[in-house]
């Protein structure tokens, strides 16, 4: 019974691992050759106060998607409460002048901006204040790729 045992314990450790590494090798062979279409332009939407979902998801994808080429062209739009919170931390501004150094356009949400007093603040920083409504609405309707956080 021993003996069954350790065989099955090794059969799913060996295969797991394996499985593991094929996914891993391919993520990662993966990374300049996503393109699937000729409309290839993502906005990116962050509204969150929330610091660890910007550095964990938003702004590690962006960065990570303009630096490989995922997409041709990456609008980051600063909107609502984002807007304070990257106005008071200097982690997330640096975060976000290296994701414009890859190429990723980052543009605040300027009505947004001046109700939490803040569009002078992002502005010295070097993002780009201005109204994002109907760019965002032309974003939609041009059959940009859209996600929010």
Do not use: R
């Given at each position: 019974?021993?003996?069954?045992?350790?065989?099955?314990?090794l059969?799913?450790?060996?295969?797991?691992?394996?499985?593991?590494?094929?996914?891993?090798?391919?993520?990662?062979?993966?990374?300049?050759?996503?393109?699937?279409?000729?409309?290839?332009?993502?906005?990116?939407v962050?509204?969150?106060?929330?610091?660890?979902?910007?550095?964990?998801?938003?702004?590690?994808?962006?960065?990570?998607?303009?630096?490989?080429?995922?997409?041709?062209?990456?609008?980051?739009?600063?909107?609502?409460?984002?807007?304070?919170?990257?106005?008071?931390?200097?982690?997330l501004?640096?975060?976000?002048?290296?994701?414009?150094?890859?190429?990723?356009?980052?543009?605040?949400?300027?009505?947004?901006?001046d109700?939490?007093?803040?569009?002078?603040?992002?502005?010295?920083?070097?993002?780009?204040?201005?109204?994002?409504?109907?760019?965002?609405?032309?974003?939609?309707?041009?059959?940009?790729?859209?996600?929010?956080?």
């Amino acid at each position: 019974m021993n003996k069954i045992l350790l065989v099955f314990v090794l059969t799913v450790f060996f295969n797991t691992n394996s499985f593991v590494n094929c996914c891993a090798k391919n993520s990662l062979s993966q990374s300049s050759n996503i393109k699937m279409n000729q409309d290839n332009k993502l906005a990116v939407v962050w509204t969150s106060a929330d610091k660890e979902v910007a550095e964990k998801m938003v702004f590690m994808y962006a960065y990570n998607a303009a630096k490989f080429g995922w997409w041709d062209e990456i609008n980051f739009i600063i909107w609502g409460p984002s807007s304070k919170l990257l106005s008071e931390d200097k982690d997330l501004q640096e975060y976000i002048l290296k994701m414009k150094e890859v190429g990723v356009n980052v543009y605040a949400c300027k009505a947004c901006a001046d109700m939490y007093k803040v569009s002078d603040k992002l502005s010295e920083i070097g993002i780009e204040v201005k109204y994002m409504g109907k760019p965002l609405t032309q974003y939609l309707q041009e059959d940009h790729k859209v996600i929010t956080f």
